[in-house]
């Protein structure tokens, strides 16, 4: 039955509950997983949703976890993530991770319980404004007060969500909405367009075939991939590879482009940015052609803008018109899907008949392998088996391993400095492996991220590298993940700080460490238990290989307390305000750190 | 960095005339620093769905290319348009301004308002309401010599605006 068919007045047959109408047109939406936690204004779905089999809930033990749960579905299956909230408390715990979904381009669609119609503004009990609190929260939100709309906003909702730029969209659904009858309305034909969202997705030709010219004349290109790649699909991995093998030109990634582009590539340069490579921001600082597909120059990319690769003329696609020129001034700016773009260029690098500067690519080469040489990565552990453990070596040790599995790793991370030693240790092969806060670097959203993963992918190795800070923050979560048996393991590199936040006050506010000691931990073994999860420790060299081993082999929910040195570091950083060539390398230029300005500290 | 000179731009929006659209449109501006000269709205086609939202703005052309861009993405907006750089356009403000006075001050008004073409839309024996359209400017300059003249009150609708010829801006 088609909207049109409807009779103008349907007989009450045709009339269902309102809560069946939203699950109806989330099963038509193709949603098999809802993550969520019941109250008073939703009770009408739960009971909708104990009524059926279709749709799968997985009750999470906090509401900002339903959502990071969401996202890690999402990124890991290219699906839209669901979310079932109730009214007040139940919307506003969920709002930070709205937030995370929005900076991160993630599709998620977040049904919030509302107080009756009539009772709203009436400050009712559980009631809060969730349409005002997350409308810049969200990339667009509804609230529903007459129940004919209710199929045609869910079917709204998920065409916002993943359309263009995808982002998180709350739908408000009063409770009387819930319980009145109400019309079933089928969604729209993929065809039908949207009557004022119409995203562009396809490039301008002429754009493409400037960007080809300028790429095969370019003495110094390099490649800047991100999320955007990811969001668009495998197939646009897939062509990003393609097009950086065919044009011989080096290719780095942002955090959230991870996996884009295979880490084990001869071409690959490593990520850039703050804590990125020193190949790669060089790269960036010296080229004379960047094409950036799918990124948005964030401050962590950047460093300080009026010295950001100055000598070259840049080539931005991005599928979102308000990320070109607005950090960084673009020469060519190319609206569209990165896999259509990509598509596009592979295509117009093909039929153009400049020639490409293949010389002074060579000698291009040579530069990055000079840089390469340098090894910035290195660092030195103790090979002694009672030695300290170097928080890099157990994530290289933890790559190695799991690779030797040979099974699809999936990897999540919490913020912080493992969140950027697991960026740099681990290598990525395929997109959609790698979860991380990048954007709004939300501490917590690890864990609930890989469990969302797990429920996608039961096969998967689901990893959460976390630090014993951020974990705390998502730590409930351990209940869900025994109530559903899911083998996420969680491997917390225990430093007893916040590192990034210490790392921060050694090199920039004279070694005062104001509050960032991680006093009172939890003994993380027992807490493991106490959550009927198993708990592992390693407190030196000797002992970690065989906990990573353990870890693994064990089929159920795991925490690795893995005991690090507490006063690492992580490098290469590009201290706050200053430019790519002024990297910080390691401990031995740590004396460069006393150039940061008071401009920098404010650049947080 | 390129285009650090200021520049005002009247700015045309079309939005589908939902709830929460003014608001989306408003903590655009404000979550993202933006100034906001003048904002009016009002439903412009015959079933009430579409409203036009007119904003007189200023910035770096960067940012004003920025503005236009997150305005185009918000889901209930329809077209956006930047009649300062489009070409030549009419830009008309509605002001109701009320004088209160007596003897000369009363006659030197009227006769100030007759001659910026302000109505007499309300009259006491010591008070004016005049009604007058016109550019910003202008009802700025018939203020400026009100004022001495027992200005009292004013209401200001702020600039609409629509581009001379043809070209329409429609859906």
């Known amino acids: 039955m088609s909207a049109t068919t409807l009779p103008a007045n349907p007989t009450d047959a045709e009339l269902r509950p309102g809560a069946e109408v939203v699950l109806r047109a989330l099963k038509d939406q193709g949603v098999e997983v809802i993550f969520g936690y019941p109250g008073g204004a939703v009770l009408p779905i739960y009971d909708a949703l104990f009524q059926q089999n279709a749709i799968r809930h997985i009750l999470v033990r906090h509401e900002q976890a339903a959502v990071h749960a969401a996202e890690g579905y999402a990124r890991s299956t290219g699906k839209v993530g669901v979310v079932l909230v109730t009214s007040g408390p139940g919307a506003t715990n969920a709002v930070t991770g709205l937030v995370d979904a929005l900076m991160d381009s993630i599709p998620i669609v977040c049904l919030t319980g509302q107080v009756p119609t009539h009772l709203i503004g009436n400050d009712a009990f559980q009631e809060a404004d969730t349409t005002g609190i997350t409308r810049p929260a969200t990339k667009h939100n509804y609230l529903v007060k007459r129940s004919e709309d209710l199929a045609k906003v869910v079917h709204d909702a998920f065409y916002v969500a993943r359309s263009g730029r995808p982002g998180p969209v709350v739908i408000d659904l009063p409770k009387d909405m819930l319980i009145k009858p109400a019309p079933y309305t089928e969604a729209p034909k993929p065809e039908t367009p949207h009557r004022s969202y119409r995203p562009v997705t396809e490039p301008d030709p002429a754009a493409i075939r400037e960007a080809v010219r300028m790429l095969k004349r370019s003495e110094r290109p390099i490649i800047y991939a991100g999320g955007g790649v990811i969001n668009s699909g495998p197939e646009a991995s897939r062509l990003l590879a393609e097009f950086v093998h065919l044009t011989g030109m080096p290719c780095t990634n942002t955090l959230m482009g991870l996996g884009a582009f295979p880490a084990s590539d001869p071409q690959f340069v490593g990520m850039l940015g703050m804590h990125g490579t020193y190949e790669a921001n060089m790269c960036m600082w010296q080229c004379d052609v960047m094409l950036n597909v799918g990124a948005r120059f964030d401050d962590r990319i950047t460093g300080r803008l009026d010295a950001f690769s100055p000598n070259s003329r840049k080539i931005h696609a991005d599928i979102d018109p308000s990320s070109i020129n607005k950090n960084v001034k673009v020469d060519v700016p190319i609206v569209g899907d990165a896999g259509r773009v990509l598509a596009a260029l592979l295509e117009a690098w093909r039929q153009d008949d400049t020639p490409v500067a293949k010389d002074a690519q060579v000698a291009w080469w040579r530069q990055i392998d000079q840089w390469r040489a340098i090894h910035c990565l290195a660092y030195k552990q103790d090979p002694a088996p009672s030695a300290i453990i170097k928080p890099q070596h157990a994530v290289k040790r933890l790559f190695e391993i799991t690779r030797a599995t040979g099974r699809d790793v999936i990897v999540s991370t919490e913020v912080g400095q493992h969140q950027m030693w697991a960026a740099q240790y681990i290598g990525f092969e395929k997109p959609n492996k790698w979860l991380t806060s990048g954007g709004l670097g939300t501490m917590g959203y690890g864990l609930p991220a890989a469990m969302g993963a797990q429920i996608a992918n039961p096969d998967a190795l689901c990893i959460d590298v976390a630090g014993e800070a951020s974990i705390l923050m998502n730590i409930q979560e351990m209940g869900t993940l025994a109530q559903y048996r899911l083998p996420v393991k969680a491997f917390i590199l225990n430093n007893e700080y916040m590192g990034m936040v210490r790392q921060w006050q050694e090199l920039l506010h004279g070694g005062r460490y104001s509050e960032s000691y991680s006093d009172a931990l939890p003994d993380f073994v027992r807490l493991a238990e106490a959550f009927h999860a198993k708990g592992l420790r390693a407190t030196n060299l000797g002992e970690l290989d065989g906990v990573i081993h353990e870890m693994l082999a064990h089929p159920g929910p795991v925490i690795a307390d893995i005991c690090v040195a507490k006063d690492e570091n992580c490098f290469p950083m590009i201290p706050s305000g200053a430019a790519h060539n002024e990297m910080i390398l390691g401990p031995d230029q740590e004396k460069n750190a006393a150039a940061v300005t008071d401009e920098g500290k404010v650049l947080v | ?171």
Not at chain 2, 43 to 60: A, C, F, K, Q, Y
């Open chain 2, 1 to 171: 960095m390129s285009g650090m000179n200021t520049r005002t731009a009247t700015i045309a929006v079309l939005v589908e005339n939902e709830a929460g659209v003014l608001a989306r449109v408003i903590g655009l501006f404000s979550g993202r620093g933006y100034n906001i000269e003048s904002l009016t709205v009002a439903p412009v086609d015959e079933h009430g769905r579409l409203s036009r939202i007119t904003i007189v703005t200023n910035g770096t052309d960067m940012v004003i290319e920025q503005i236009k861009a997150q305005l185009d993405r918000l889901v209930p907006v329809h077209k956006v348009s930047d009649l300062t750089l489009e070409g030549p356009h009419l830009t008309r403000e509605l002001a109701l301004v009320k004088v209160v006075g007596k003897g000369e001050h009363r006659v030197e008004a009227l006769r100030l308002a007759d001659a910026f073409r302000a109505r007499v839309v309300d009259a006491t024996t010591e008070s004016f309401v005049f009604e007058m359209t016109g550019n910003a400017e202008k009802i700025d300059a018939f203020l400026g010599l009100m004022r001495p003249l027992g200005l009292a009150e004013v209401s200001r609708t702020g600039a609409v605006a629509i581009m001379r010829g043809r070209a329409a801006l429609a859906v």
